[in-house]
C-alpha cells in the first residue's frame, strides 16, 4: 500500500496498536497490531474480518471512543481524537435504537436540532433525506412499527443530517430482508456518487463485492490483505481468453492460428476467485508477523 497520498486521506491510520488489560489479571487482549490503512475520500471502503479481529476497535478509535495504545488516525488530515474532526463523521451502529415513540420526521428533527439546525431549513432537511432513503411516505409512522429494514434507512438518514464527509457503517444490512437488503446498497452507490466517503464492516462479503471499491481484511489485529476487488480476487499465473466463434480444434492451435482460422479475441484477463475464498484464506490459520 502506497503511503504517500496525493490528497488528503479520508482516513488515514498509521501503525496503529490497541492492547485491552484484562482486569484481576495480568494478561492482554491485542485488538490491533500496527494497522496501516488510507482510504481516498469518494471511496466505498469495506473492512472485513472475522469476530475479534480488531474491526469494531478500528471503527471506535476513529469515532474517538477508545484511545489507541500507540500510532495515529486521522479523518481529512485532523486526528480522530479531537472533537472538531466529528464534524466530518456520521455514523450508523450495527444496531441503532431510535425512541419508538416518534415518527420517523420527529427522529431526524430532533438530531438534526442536536446538530444545531432549526425552522425552515431543518424542515427542508428532514424532507430531503427521507425522500433520500425511500421512507417519505413513512415519515409520519412512529418508528416502533418500523422494520428492520426501514429502522437501518433511517438510522443511514441520521447518519447524513449534519452533511458529513465520512459515512461510517457498521454491518449496515444486519438482519434485513433481501429486498431491504438491495435498497441499502443502492442508497450507498448513490451516497458514493455524491461524493461521499464511506467506511463499511460487514460479514455479507457479496454486497461487500457489489459496492465497495477497495477492501481491506484484518485477521488477530493484523491487515491481512487489502486493495481492490480485482487485486484481491485475481488469479495472477492464469489468463482466461473469451472467443467468437471459435472452430473445433481451435484450443490445440490457438497460439498460431487464430487469425487465420476466423476466431475473434473478445477479451483476456485472469480468472478471478471469489471473494469469500480469498477472505477464508486470509484469516484461516496463524497470521505470521
Do not use: W
Not at 500500500?1 to 491510520?13: F, P, Q
Not at 500510532?71 to 456520521?90: A, K, L, N, P, Y
Amino acid at each position: 500500500m502506497t503511503s504517500d497520498v496525493a490528497r488528503v486521506s479520508a482516513v488515514r491510520i498509521r501503525d496503529l496498536n490497541k492492547v485491552f488489560p484484562i482486569h484481576l489479571s495480568r494478561r492482554q487482549v491485542v485488538a490491533l497490531r500496527g494497522l496501516n490503512l488510507d482510504i481516498a475520500p469518494g471511496q466505498v471502503y469495506g473492512l472485513l474480518g472475522p469476530n475479534g479481529s480488531g474491526k469494531s476497535t478500528t471503527l471506535k478509535i476513529l469515532l474517538g471512543l477508545v484511545t489507541p495504545s500507540s500510532g495515529t488516525s486521522e479523518i481529512f488530515g485532523s486526528s480522530s481524537s479531537s472533537v472538531s474532526s466529528r464534524i466530518d463523521v456520521g455514523f450508523l451502529p450495527e444496531n441503532p435504537y431510535f425512541y419508538k415513540f416518534l415518527t420517523g420526521r420527529e427522529t431526524l428533527s430532533f438530531y438534526g436540532k442536536l446538530c444545531g439546525l432549526s425552522g425552515a431549513s431543518l424542515k427542508k432537511r428532514v424532507a430531503e433525506l427521507l425522500e433520500l432513503v425511500g421512507l417519505q411516505d413513512a415519515g409520519s409512522r412512529r418508528i416502533g412499527g418500523y422494520s428492520k429494514g426501514m429502522l437501518q434507512r433511517i438510522g443511514l438518514a441520521q447518519s447524513l443530517v449534519h452533511d458529513p464527509r465520512l459515512l461510517i457503517l457498521d454491518e449496515p444490512t444486519a438482519g434485513v430482508d433481501p429486498a431491504g437488503s438491495r435498497a441499502i446498497r443502492e442508497l450507498i452507490l448513490a451516497l458514493k456518487s455524491r461524493g461521499k466517503t464511506i467506511l463499511l464492516t460487514s460479514h455479507l462479503l457479496e454486497q461487500v463485492q457489489e459496492v465497495c471499491d477497495r477492501i481491506g481484511i484484518l485477521a488477530k489485529g493484523h491487515l491481512v490483505r487489502e486493495g481492490t476487488l480485482d487485486d484481491l480476487t485475481g488469479v495472477t499465473n492464469l489468463t482466461e481468453y473469451v472467443i467468437e466463434n471459435a472452430p473445433p480444434g481451435l484450443e490445440e492451435e490457438i497460439a498460431t492460428l487464430l487469425a487465420l482460422r476466423g476466431g475473434k479475441m473478445v477479451s483476456a484477463s485472469h480468472p478471478r476467485r471469489n471473494l469469500e475464498s480469498v477472505f477464508l484464506e486470509a484469516t484461516q490459520g496463524d497470521v505470521n508477523k
